[in-house]
């Protein structure tokens, strides 16, 4: 099977959102941009290069897509989708795309050359652009409670925690947020700080999303979580398992809330409104449902 990924790449207009697409000459089509996986390359990853590649552009990743299936000279061949705002970036014509147009949607429609794309682009179109990211993650593993025998607010990250931790930084750097949040806990904070090193920030305290705080005031958390989604703005809070399962439970009734440490939920909103919520795994681990 030929695994491949890419990006719906999008951005905002008074009079609705524009859809980039890549002409290939080779091929002499119009289609998303898209690109095979490197050897040992995660699929997100793939995406956001591939998407740099052919377009020139520096995204923020929101949600996912529907993923394509087809066949390639009798092989089987699945693509990976994401919703990516443009957020700086020029095109460059090269030999393998020539020409890059953004076009509303019902126009992009019309210009891909295959079914499979209008999928995805369709699957983008059937909801609110997503215009707000807020990415709620669980602590890399911080050891047994047993263990520690200080202030449990003070236990920290042990190795295999601090490996994640770095993991994370890659993967969560890609969905360029520009705030960090960490509930006032040790292993919550140390979990973002390579993050806010890579993007040299400074982790800022948010502690109504520790769990001793949920348990007194679950309202404020939401409160809390819905004030972040602003348009333009993608936020990552580091979190505790009792707190990011629950708000993740009255958000979605229908979700498997369940969220292991060092895993992730990537919540995308458009409109003010919530309009998906996908589970990514603990860093070196398949994704599993989303």
């Known amino acids: 099977m030929i695994r491949a990924a890419g990006g719906l790449l999008w951005r905002d207009r008074p009079d609705g959102p524009r859809v980039a697409l890549v002409h290939r000459p080779r091929y002499d089509d119009w289609s998303l941009p898209k690109g095979k996986l490197d050897d040992g390359e995660g699929s997100l990853a793939a995406a956001v290069r591939e998407v740099a590649e052919e377009t020139g552009a520096a995204v923020a990743v929101s949600r996912r897509l529907p993923s394509a299936r087809y066949q390639v000279a009798g092989t089987a061949k699945v693509v990976d989708y994401w919703a990516m705002r443009h957020r700086a970036g020029e095109f460059v014509a090269s030999r393998e795309v020539d020409r890059l147009r953004w076009l509303p949607v019902a126009a992009a429609r019309e210009r891909l050359s295959y079914s499979h794309d209008r999928a995805v682009l369709d699957a983008f179109a059937a909801a609110p652009a997503p215009d707000a990211v807020v990415v709620l993650v669980r602590h890399a593993r911080a050891g047994k409670r047993s263990a520690w025998r200080g202030d449990d607010r003070a236990r920290p990250l042990d190795e295999l ?28 904070a140390q979990t973002v700080q390579p993050l806010a090193r890579r993007l040299g920030q400074p982790v800022r305290t948010a502690e109504q999303f520790a769990d001793e705080r949920y348990w007194i005031d679950p309202a404020g958390a939401m409160r ?10 993608s936020v990552v809070v580091c979190s505790q398992g009792v707190t990011i399962p629950a708000l993740i439970a009255a958000m979605r009734p229908d979700a498997d809330p369940a969220t292991r440490k060092g895993s992730c939920w990537v919540l995308a909103f458009g409109s003010g409104a919530l309009i998906s919520a996908d589970h990514y795994p603990p860093p070196g681990e398949p994704a599993s449902r989303g």
């Not at 601090?162 to 919550?188: H, I, K």
């Not at 809390?224 to 703005?233: D, M």
């Open 224 to 233: 809390a979580l819905r004030a972040l989604a602003i348009p333009g703005a």
């Open 161 to 188: 925690g601090l490996r994640q931790a770095e993991e994370l930084a890659r993967f969560l750097a890609l969905f360029a947020p520009d705030r960090v949040l960490s509930a006032d806990l040790t292993r919550c």
